[in-house]
């Protein structure tokens, strides 16, 4: 896996402990102006503000399993939580996860994302879906290959899911593949007998998961799966925000100038939807790529942060699966000396193109004018021509590929 999204792959979380849930964070930021008021988030975030509350005195059987004693009750309510199947646990019962569904640009991932950092829970994992099964691929693959005489590897594959963290919140939850379907069903049932929790977004209502393909009868137990365990909450609201969004702001700036940076100032502050600036660190493979500035769906750099050290193509790729908006301040205007950057440059627009990537930049001249005469000034057209379009009101509606 070249990056895992956000904290994702860090089964240990500092536990958020204070009194305020999704729904009254959602408000602050209403009545504060970041977020525009909108009745269908404010359903889903009253949702999401009682899961918050229920998971506050929720222990999984997965983890009363880990703490209890070898030989002590812990072993034989251990026995019971699995034996009898499925669901079967001490304790209060396990809180229904939550599905919100609707169409692009609802705030969907925005409120997923609100409810994650607030989540009372050190045992959480906020993952992009695909990017999910890539991971439970590669590890029935190595577990195979560590175990040729495993006759199932799915049970022990969710136990150690279930163990890393046990509170999932998956974006973009869909199946496209019949190798992910044949594994869903029994991987999510042995998931939730241990006691998950999750969440998801989606642009597909679980009912309709995997139809109209060969193979969707077979899919179709997890589907019931899924809605036992979860509530659907439809996000309708008539607004796609990523539009609004967009539209109207200035996405390449000439001169970068004080102007400029106050202009890509108040851009931050609008994608960010309130969402807290921080620090994050991409893992790339093992290696950390630090993010300074990003807050939410947004990242922030300066030119000399991302092309004047030595960075490539795997950590380019790696923001731009992970951040759906970049802004850049101060891409210059390059020349024979600055081969170095303006290779750079071409490889990270490159990455930013392909997974539709909305860049704000200020610059020192317009594209087709930043890398005339150079090594590579010839390959620079491609990358000025992909700014050009990048800068067209079709490309800010292209959905992020995230993955
Ligand atoms: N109420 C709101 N006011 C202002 N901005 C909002 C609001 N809700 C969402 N946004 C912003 O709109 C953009 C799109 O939201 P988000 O990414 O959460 O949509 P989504 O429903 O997950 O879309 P998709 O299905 O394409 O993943 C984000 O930048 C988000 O911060
Ligand atoms: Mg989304």
Redesign the pocket.
Known sequence: MDTEIRTASAPSQPVPQGDAGPFAVYEAR?AAG?????PE?EKAARRLDRLWRELRDYHPVVMQRAAARPGLFGGLRARLGLGGGRGAQAGPARPRGVY?V????????????LFFDLAPVEHKRRVHFHRFMQDVHQRLHDMKVAQPDLADPIPPLARQIAQEAWLLCF??FQVNDIADAMILGRLFEYLFADGVVVVA???TRPEDLFQDRPGADAFKPFIDIIMREVDTVI?DSP????R??VRGMRTWIVPADAAAKAELDTIFT??????PVQEVDLDIMGRILHVARAA???ARFDFSELCGRFLGAGDYLALATRF??LIIDNVPRMGPDNFDEARRFIVLIDALYEQNVKLFASAGDQPDSLYERGQGAKAFERTASRLEEMQSASYAQL??LSA
């Open positions: 209403v970041t977020l525009d008021r909108d988030q919100m609707g169409q692009v640009g609802r705030g969907k991932t925005m409120l997923m994302d974006d973009e977004t989606s642009n996000l607004r796609d925000y990523r609004g969004g609008h994608l960010a939807a309130g969402a939410g769906p947004v759906p908006n959905p992020h």
